[in-house]
């Protein structure tokens, strides 16, 4: 069992916004702003895509943001594509020099 | 462009060790921190360790399996290396090597291996 929670699945059309939610607590996701979120296409190693909570990798396109409330972080993709359909991870730092992930969101573009 | 290849054995026997290595092109293993993190069906995404240099090499090890796990660097080949003793098919998984800190995110990865554990 993950440390953090993500739900199964998500869908969107092309063209539309889906928001992902990862939740943890306050020694993790709440405790830190250092929430990563990592997209993996089947048998390719993850991809990072957001970084400390809302920071976009060098390359990685603005549709994809990230939030963060309380104990909830969230990506959202705007513009969906058919190309974003794949797994979505997060992660976060949880103090003590430990990391941990998420079960994943699988997005499907409908 | 930092680029990361994994080597090792795709099979290991229960009880032994498994030994993967990761070949840095692009960066200096001195200049970062390199990660082991591993995935598989019943436990997902699972970070095992890192190792960095500050004026001397540290590594940090999750909880699970400190007791196993050695990560250690090698200058002289630009590279880092995972020691997993006593596996067991617990252990069997797709392990990736990758570039980043803890709390930054993992930027770069190796292609990944999958290890099984099996007699």
């Known amino acids: 069992q993950s440390a953090l929670t993500q739900p199964p699945s998500a869908s969107g059309s092309p063209g539309q916004s889906v928001t992902m939610s990862c939740t943890g607590t306050?020694?993790?996701?709440?405790?830190?702003?250092?929430v990563s979120w990592y997209q993996q296409h089947p048998g390719k190693a993850p991809k990072l895509m957001i970084y400390?909570?809302?920071k976009r990798p060098s390359g990685v396109p603005d549709r994809f943001s990230g939030s963060k409330s309380d104990n909830t972080a969230s990506l959202t993709v705007s513009g969906l594509q058919a190309e974003d359909e794949a797994d979505y991870y997060c992660?976060?730092?949880?103090?003590?020099?430990?990391?941990?992930f998420g079960g994943g969101t699988k997005l499907t573009v409908l | 462009q930092v680029q990361l290849q994994q080597s090792g054995p795709g099979l290991v026997k229960p009880s032994q060790t498994l030994s993967l290595t990761c070949v840095i092109s692009g960066d200096s293993v001195s200049s970062a921190a390199w990660n082991w993190i591993r995935q598989s069906p019943s436990r997902g995404l699972e970070w095992l360790g890192r190792?960095?240099?500050?004026?001397?090499?540290?590594?940090d090890y999750a909880v699970s399996v400190k007791s196993r796990i050695t990560i250690n660097p090698d200058t002289s080949k630009n590279q880092f290396s995972l020691q997993l003793n006593s596996v067991t098919p617990e252990d069997t998984a797709v392990y990736y090597c990758?570039?980043?800190?803890?709390?930054?995110?993992?930027?770069?990865w190796g292609q990944g291996t999958l290890v099984t554990v099996s007699s």
């Open positions: 992660s976060s730092y949880a103090g003590s020099n430990n990391l941990v």
């Open positions: 400390e909570v809302s």
């Open positions: 306050s020694s993790d996701v709440g405790g830190y702003n250092s």
């Open positions: 990758a570039r980043g800190w803890l709390g930054a995110g993992f930027n770069y």
């Open positions: 190792t960095y240099y500050r004026s001397k090499w540290y590594n």
